[in-house]
């Protein structure tokens, strides 16, 4: 009886969500998959797998292209056939989203197993992320990042942090359960604010010891807990160049998987130019400096490989455009030069 109830409820909400927009019918059905073990496990037979080995994406370079390629249920099977246990893999996959046609897609890591076997058999090669993201199409950028979070919060938290018992995943990967205690797991996200500082004509960009050798970016840190945006913005900057935040405007939003699952969150901030003065933070930067309207328009120009000058040193460059530091950058050269 209780079958033929849920299989009732169903299809009276395909009936409904076909009065739906494709948006709101894609998102429904998401949302299904992750309520309904029984229905995220049929899916698995129809979806698309998307692979990593230890985190790291697979892809395939095509001529002057890299393609992050989906495999089919039955491409998954043959791969993993040639491994043992390979139906307990299938229950590794977590679900990152869905086709407008309702095709779920999947991400699986298949760390454990020989990963020259899969790239052999596949043609292709798993990618550090942070090399993959800036290769691969616009639009599979985004789906590797979370994909990555999502894959790397099951990893890290396979155990109850009350009662030291292992967890378990749903098929579709949104939720762990200690069955010892009844705790339930979400993933989470840790905001951070990343902020473009400006006086006048000029904008603020620093760099990190850590990052690559001329690279310069907006500023940026976590926010503390009970912080509002407002506030981690003000303090950020003031701990970081030692100014004083006048106004600021919100931007946008990115997720961005370094270090972890993190929620970028991009403003504008003007401070007065009386007080523009950096008053650098040595332990957390390496260099801080305001830059004029030219530099800006050069350094979006200047590519990487190009910066190394004859002496050694290296012209600025900056974030590429699949970053929201390099978002930021544009408004505020289009403001000026509207």
């Keep these: 009886m209780a079958a033929m109830c849920q299989a009732l409820h169903r299809r009276i909400s395909s009936l409904v969500c076909r009065a739906q927009s494709t948006y709101v019918r894609k998102m429904r059905y998401l949302n299904q ?3 309904d073990d029984s229905l995220c496990r049929q899916a698995q037979t129809s979806g698309t797998f998307y692979l990593f080995h230890n985190l790291s994406p697979f892809l395939q370079k095509v001529g002057k292209k890299y393609l992050v390629p989906q495999l089919s249920a039955a491409e998954m099977k043959g791969i993993l056939e040639k491994f043992q246990e390979a139906e307990q893999w299938m229950e590794k996959s ?6 407008d046609e309702h095709r779920p897609r999947f991400a699986l890591d298949l760390g454990a197993l020989d990963k020259s ?4 058999e596949l043609q292709g090669s798993f990618t550090d992320l942070r090399k993959a993201l800036f290769v691969v199409d616009g639009k599979d950028s985004p789906l590797l990042a979370s994909a990555q979070a999502l894959l790397r919060w099951h990893d890290s938290h396979q155990y109850c942090s009350k009662t030291g018992q292992p967890t378990q995943k749903n098929p579709a990967g949104s939720k762990r ?3 010892a205690s009844g705790v339930t797991y979400y993933p989470q996200v840790s905001p951070v604010v990343i902020t473009l500082v400006s006086s006048g004509s000029r904008c603020l960009l620093a760099r990190q010891p850590s990052f690559p050798p001329g690279m310069f970016t907006a500023l940026s840190g976590f926010c503390d807990l009970g912080e509002t945006i407002e506030e981690a913005v003000r303090r950020e900057v003031a701990e970081e160049v030692g100014l004083e935040v006048e106004s600021l405007r919100y931007s946008a939003s990115q997720h961005w998987p370094f270090p972890s699952s993190c929620l970028m969150i991009a403003c504008h901030a003007l401070v007065g130019a009386q007080r523009a003065e950096i008053s650098m933070d040595t332990l957390e930067l390496e260099e801080a400096c305001w830059f004029g309207l030219e530099e800006i328009v050069e350094g979006l120009k200047r590519e990487p490989s190009s ?3 004859d002496d050694g040193r290296f012209l600025p460059w900056f974030p590429p455009k699949q970053a929201i530091a390099h978002q930021l950058i544009r408004e505020w050269l289009q403001q000026q030069t509207a």
Excluded: D
């Design 33 to 35: 998959l992750k309520e």
């Design 94 to 99: 977590v679900l990152i989203g869905c086709s």
């Design 117 to 120: 076997v899969i790239e052999s």
């Design 177 to 179: 359960v200690c069955h």
């Design 307 to 309: 910066s190394k000058q």
